[in-house]
């Protein structure tokens, strides 16, 4: 391997698109970023705009080609997205029918509820692994078809994709595909399966016909068309943001647990060949599909988590900015009894109450802003509390949690879920995984690496936080978030 070759990443998040390049043996080289617009046009709707996110992320990717000094010197590209938000688009205009439908949007709730009371959900989940809720994309288009002026009448020419499938197909000029990971958080793949499921698609009434071709998380996709970058890249890797910080953290045997802390916050546990089934409301995933073997995961969905702290930042006023939680979480002792319940878009795992909202208890005249912050720190350690009892309930127990993701990097907040959870917790040195998990895959269908094992150079190495909480102070925090949940 030469030192003059990369990989480059493009990595589709809620807020923002990055594209990153990294050396050939994982060491990150530059990065480019831009924010993505959040579109709030009701309570409970979240949208964003398809085109800008193309632009947007063509434009970071051309600062990193040039970076590198051209498009001879990138080995190959690889992609991860926010999931389950969809894009819908014209096949002969290539332009989007409308915003994008974002995955933390709840506005397909009365759909969901409908084939819930229908007695649906068992099956859906028995074949998908997931629950009927809003959450995943299915719902998002069907409302699509039944909203957006002409959709319905395109016939074979509407399109449906997740956002790497948006992005595969701006790249390539109309490659049109999505890769397992990504796949399995619709509602229309069971996890086994090798295409849509016809009867999902029917039961959800979507058209086959408007879904991408489904392929492996690493192999040959396709090239980018040459004008974009001046030559033709390969692009080798594909996979939903969450399973590539799952394989970015290097959780490739069985049991091996990751918790990325973004907008959202999701735990995935890697388990092996063997889907899995819940019965605490976790849900089952594809992890990945690499050299013909398909990996699945136990997955814990928590929707709020580095979007509380941005709302407590830009619609509260409550901070600066998000670097200053940690320095007042540090300057009170305790949450002097505040405690908030972060549903600002429902509760997702384990408690799955989408009409469920935030709440602030505990106030008193004693609270200061400090406290507060400190209680919305904490929520994540009490809800990944929570959700530790619901993995080892279905016999995927934590012994150790590996941290990931930008809120990751506040010390704080890594040592609260260790003492709360009363595990170590190991923290990489690079916290932005998911863009690594998607190298890795890039390298490997690129050819540079056989297997994810033999990519165990690409991870990043880690800091151990180690609990210290003494057992009565849990008991008393954990008694106190129990009672704010009223559950």
Same mark, same amino acid.
């Given at each position: 391997?030469?030192?003059?070759?990369?990989?480059?990443?493009?990595?589709?998040?809620?807020?923002?698109?990055?594209?990153?390049?990294?050396?050939?043996?994982?060491?990150?080289?530059?990065?480019?970023?831009?924010?993505?617009?959040?579109?709030?046009?009701?309570?409970?709707?979240?949208?964003?705009?398809?085109?800008?996110?193309?632009?947007?992320?063509?434009?970071?990717?051309?600062?990193?080609?040039?970076?590198?000094?051209?498009?001879?010197?990138?080995?190959?590209?690889?992609?991860?997205?926010?999931?389950?938000?969809?894009?819908?688009?014209?096949?002969?205009?290539?332009?989007?029918?409308?915003?994008?439908?974002?995955?933390?949007?709840?506005?397909?709730?009365?759909?969901?509820?409908?084939?819930?009371?229908?007695?649906?959900?068992?099956?859906?989940?028995?074949?998908?692994?997931?629950?009927?809720?809003?959450?995943?994309?299915?719902?998002?288009?069907?409302?699509?078809?039944?909203?957006?002026?002409?959709?319905?009448?395109?016939?074979?020419?509407?399109?449906?994709?997740?956002?790497?499938?948006?992005?595969?197909?701006?790249?390539?000029?109309?490659?049109?595909?999505?890769?397992?990971?990504?796949?399995?958080?619709?509602?229309?793949?069971?996890?086994?399966?090798?295409?849509?499921?016809?009867? =999902? !698609?029917?039961?959800? #009434?979507?058209?086959?016909? @408007? /879904?991408?071709?489904? +392929?492996?998380? &690493? %192999?040959?996709?396709?090239?980018?068309?040459?004008?974009?970058?001046?030559?033709?890249?390969?692009?080798?890797?594909?996979?939903?943001?969450?399973?590539?910080?799952?394989?970015?953290?290097?959780?490739?045997?069985?049991?091996?647990?990751?918790?990325?802390?973004?907008?959202?916050?999701?735990?995935?546990?890697?388990?092996?060949?063997?889907?899995?089934?819940?019965?605490?409301?976790?849900?089952?995933?594809? =992890? !990945?599909?690499?050299? #013909?073997?398909?990996?699945? @995961? /136990?997955?814990?969905? +928590?929707?709020? &988590? %580095?979007?509380?702290?941005?709302?407590?930042?830009?619609?509260?006023?409550?901070?600066?900015?998000?670097?200053?939680?940690?320095?007042?979480?540090?300057?009170?002792?305790?949450?002097?009894?505040?405690?908030?319940?972060?549903?600002?878009?429902?509760?997702?795992?384990?408690?799955?109450?989408?009409?469920?909202?935030?709440?602030?208890?505990?106030?008193?005249?004693?609270?200061?802003?400090?406290?507060?912050?400190?209680?919305?720190?904490?929520?994540?350690?009490?809800?990944?509390?929570?959700?530790?009892?619901?993995? &080892?309930?279905?016999?995927?127990?934590?012994?150790?949690?590996?941290?990931?993701?930008?809120?990751?990097?506040?010390?704080?907040?890594?040592?609260?879920?260790?003492?709360?959870?009363?595990?170590?917790?190991?923290?990489?040195?690079?916290?932005?995984?998911?863009?690594?998990?998607?190298?890795?895959?890039?390298?490997?269908?690129?050819?540079?690496?056989?297997?994810?094992?033999?990519?165990?150079?690409?991870?990043?190495?880690?800091?151990?936080?180690?609990?210290?909480?003494?057992?009565?102070?849990?008991?008393?925090?954990? &008694?106190?978030?129990?009672?704010?949940?009223?559950?």
């Amino acid at each position: 391997m030469t030192d003059n070759r990369f990989l480059l990443v493009l990595d589709e998040g809620t807020t923002s698109t990055r594209a990153i390049l990294y050396s050939l043996t994982g060491d990150v080289i530059a990065a480019s970023q831009e924010d993505i617009t959040q579109h709030y046009p009701a309570p409970g709707l979240v949208e964003h705009d398809a085109s800008e996110i193309w632009d947007k992320t063509l434009r970071c990717a051309r600062a990193m080609v040039e970076r590198a000094g051209g498009a001879d010197r990138i080995e190959a590209i690889g992609v991860t997205n926010q999931r389950e938000t969809v894009v819908a688009w014209d096949r002969s205009t290539g332009k989007p029918l409308c915003r994008a439908i974002v995955w933390q949007d709840r506005r397909t709730e009365a759909q969901c509820r409908a084939l819930r009371d229908a007695g649906h959900e068992p099956a859906i989940q028995s074949a998908t692994g997931l629950l009927l809720d809003p959450y995943f994309s299915a719902t998002k288009m069907a409302w699509i078809l039944n909203n957006v002026g002409g959709a319905s009448a395109l016939g074979n020419r509407l399109a449906f994709g997740t956002v790497e499938s948006w992005l595969v197909w701006n790249l390539t000029g109309g490659a049109h595909i999505t890769d397992v990971s990504n796949a399995s958080r619709t509602s229309l793949f069971p996890l086994t399966a090798q295409t849509w499921d016809e009867g =999902l !698609c029917d039961l959800f #009434g979507v058209p086959c016909a @408007a /879904l991408p071709e489904i +392929v492996a998380s &690493a %192999g040959a996709f396709g090239t980018t068309k040459p004008e974009l970058f001046g030559a033709a890249i390969p692009i080798t890797g594909l996979a939903g943001d969450q399973q590539a910080a799952t394989i970015g953290q290097g959780c490739f045997a069985h049991g091996q647990t990751k918790a990325t802390l973004g907008t959202g916050a999701f735990v995935l546990a890697n388990m092996g060949q063997t889907p899995p089934k819940s019965e605490h409301r976790l849900l089952g995933t594809v =992890l !990945c599909e690499v050299g #013909g073997t398909r990996t699945f @995961a /136990l997955e814990g969905s +928590v929707f709020v &988590a %580095g979007s509380l702290v941005k709302w407590l930042r830009d619609s509260i006023g409550m901070l600066g900015n998000a670097a200053e939680s940690e320095a007042l979480a540090r300057s009170v002792p305790d949450s002097g009894g505040v405690v908030v319940v972060p549903a600002l878009s429902g509760l997702g795992a384990p408690y799955w109450l989408p009409d469920a909202r935030g709440s602030i208890t505990g106030l008193s005249f004693a609270t200061t802003r400090a406290h507060i912050i400190r209680a919305s720190l904490e929520s994540v350690a009490n809800v990944f509390h929570d959700l530790a009892r619901a993995f &080892a309930a279905d016999g995927a127990g934590w012994s150790v949690l590996r941290l990931d993701g930008g809120m990751s990097a506040n010390d704080w907040l890594a040592q609260d879920i260790a003492d709360v959870l009363g595990i170590p917790c190991e923290r990489p040195a690079d916290v932005e995984t998911t863009a690594r998990g998607a190298a890795v895959l890039a390298a490997i269908g690129a050819g540079l690496y056989p297997s994810l094992e033999g990519a165990e150079a690409m991870v990043s190495s880690t800091q151990v936080f180690s609990p210290q909480m003494a057992a009565d102070a849990r008991a008393t925090r954990l &008694a106190q978030w129990k009672a704010a949940l009223g559950l």
